[in-house]
């Protein structure tokens, strides 16, 4: 499949980080994705596409009986790295001008 559809796949992957709306950096923070449905769903929304172009038996998300706490990041950082996309985490304490801090994981992908 990687190499029968090569176009298709690098245009699912630029859906997907369109829609992660990556910082000028490459970054997003999971804790804004968890509170956005619409970027949750409009990534869900990419299944049936996915499913055409992608080998997904490995993807949990994409198991019948399997119960994923997150799906739209696993559908993110199975898909981003078929393509050779790196993914990598960081956990971090954010700092907020209130004085307020929150404890969040710092995502960058890149190639």
Do not use: A, W
């Not at 992957?13 to 970027?39: A, M, R, V």
């Not at 990419?46 to 559908?75: A, E, Q």
């Amino acid at each position: 499949m990687s190499e029968k559809y090569i176009t298709e796949r690098e245009e699912i992957c630029k859906k997907i980080i369109d829609i992660l709306q990556l910082d000028s950096e490459g970054f997003f923070y999971i804790h804004e994705l968890d509170e956005n449905i619409d970027k949750q769903n409009q990534i869900m929304g990419l299944r049936d596409s996915i499913k055409k172009y992608f080998t997904v038996s490995n993807i949990s998300s994409f198991k019948p009986n399997f119960i994923c706490k997150k799906p739209y990041l696993n559908i993110i950082r199975s898909i981003l790295r078929q393509q050779d996309y790196k993914v990598e985490y960081t956990n971090i304490v954010l700092k907020y001008d209130n004085g307020m801090m929150r404890r969040t994981t710092k995502y960058k992908i890149y190639r």
